[in-house]
């Protein structure tokens, strides 16, 4: 099961779409003005040309909710930015993330007022590009890309008001996804942990030789789809939206219903308990507990059962989630972003390789109290990720994340939460017996194309 994927709402995407409409970024043939969305900005922020200038001035960086406990680490990489490059200075400010994330940076566009630096998710990198607001790194800087991982940084693009992918975000932390298990509990059903599924369908059977097997005292997984939407069938390489996002298409491939028809099988069998069909809760309780078989997929996961759990730790394995017909793991990571309004961009560029390089994100995954990955090539190759004392599950997993991101994409499809739970709805009627799978995939798909109708 995969944790599942944050997906912020489109309605400030939506909104920022309406109201910069036909703004863009442009410059002027004439005279030294020139335009970022709405705002007039320095001629060499925008169009063709890489960007110089001295790097000098006063620049403002924006995280996402990383100040309460990251502090010292990123005051650090400010001073030693500032000492390398003397007559500059940083500001660090920090949004809290919550549910008007977009919205805010939004306002803050349309005002003219971006940070010069700031951390994005995908979906407000996607309304800040289209918008024109983002300084396009891939022209500015040719060889932004160098420090991360080839196929993170070919896919980690965003599309402008006339549907050109740009390269207006550097990809900086991410998550990983594991699968976590209890071989006592695997062992009972004639299940091998040595030699995990390749498929999603394979992992299906295996959660039904768990059913079969444990009768009712513990489970393989919990039952609420709304973890497996659509990260699975992103695994599965069904595709879920057409290629403008405009309308679902996931009914027209026959997988889809075969999956539908797995998860209400499963459910019937007992392979998962039948109170947790609109649970929100994870498995992370009851695999700490002994109840499930698979655990979180989130590898900081396996930390959280080794420091809270030791009995169920000295059971636990970990394995590759099954790739099947996508053939590797797709990663949504953090990204940073230049303001191509910023007044100061030679500073906001510099800055913002400087925050992202290979050493500053190997320094900061060592860091005790998280667990992410990095995006450079050479962070991943280092020892701290590569090396494994003994069978120690969270070291594995740890260097298993780490070989995975070294063939990711950045490509995850991305569901307002309306639509997913419009599909999900449908999901859990079939798993309940209330509509065949068929019918569910059909009906899952109309109302979702109804809500994306809506959206525009």
């Known amino acids: 099961m995969r944790t599942g994927r944050l997906t912020g709402s489109m309605v400030g995407i939506v909104v920022l779409t309406l109201t910069a409409a036909g703004c863009g970024l442009s410059g002027s043939s004439g005279d030294s003005d020139s335009t970022a969305g709405g705002c007039k900005v320095d001629k060499g922020n925008v169009g063709s040309g890489k960007l110089t200038g001295e790097v000098k001035g006063n620049i403002t960086f924006q995280t996402t909710n990383l100040k309460k406990d990251f502090g010292s680490f990123f005051n650090g990489v400010i001073k030693s930015f500032e000492k390398a490059h003397p007559g500059t200075s940083a500001k660090w400010i920090d949004d809290p993330g919550d549910s008007t994330f977009t919205q805010r940076n939004v306002a803050d566009a349309q005002a003219c007022t971006l940070p010069d630096v700031i951390n994005l998710n995908a979906e407000t990198a996607t309304a800040l590009t289209k918008a024109g607001y983002l300084l396009n790194l891939g022209v500015k800087d040719p060889s932004a890309g160098k420090p991360f991982v080839p196929a993170f940084w070919k896919t980690s693009t965003f599309k402008d008001a006339s549907g050109s992918a740009l390269h207006t975000v550097l990809p900086w932390y991410t998550g990983g996804i594991v699968l976590t298990y209890n071989t006592d509990l695997l062992k009972k059903a004639g299940i091998d942990p040595a030699k995990p599924p390749t498929t999603v369908f394979g992992l299906f059977a295996d959660y039904e030789k768990i059913a079969k097997s444990a009768k009712g005292k513990y489970y393989a997984t919990m ?108 990663a949504a990571p953090q990204y940073i972003s230049v303001a191509a309004t910023s007044k100061h961009a030679p500073v906001a560029l510099a800055f913002a390789e400087f925050l992202t390089n290979a050493e500053n994100q190997t320094a900061w995954a060592k860091d005790p109290d998280v ?86």
Not at 229 to 253: C, E, H, R, Y
């Open 223 to 330: 039952a609420n789809p709304i973890w497996r939407i659509p990260a699975d069938f992103d695994q599965m390489n069904i595709k879920t939206l057409s290629s403008d996002g405009k309308s679902a298409v996931f009914a027209d491939d026959p997988r889809t219903t075969q999956w539908v028809a797995w998860m209400a099988k499963l459910y019937k069998e007992g392979a998962m308990p039948k109170d947790s069909l609109s649970s929100s809760n994870d498995p992370s309780t009851p695999y700490t507990q002994g109840k499930v078989a698979y655990g979180s997929t989130n590898p900081s996961y396996v930390r959280f059962v080794k420091q809270n759990s030791p009995s169920i730790y000295a059971k636990t394995a970990v394995g590759q989630q099954p790739f099947d017909a996508l053939g590797h793991i797709t």
């Open 371 to 456: 667990v992410i990955f990095p995006t450079t090539t050479t962070s991943l190759d280092d020892p701290f990720f590569q090396k494994v004392s003994g069978n120690d599950p969270f070291g594995q997993a740890r260097r298993l994340v780490a070989d995975q991101l070294k063939t990711t994409t950045a490509y995850q499809t991305n569901l307002s939460p309306a639509v997913q739970n419009a599909i999900v709805s449908q999901v859990q009627l079939a798993m309940q017996g209330k509509k065949s799978a068929a019918q569910a995939v059909k009906d899952a798909q109309a109302k979702a194309n109804e809500l994306l109708k809506q959206a525009g």
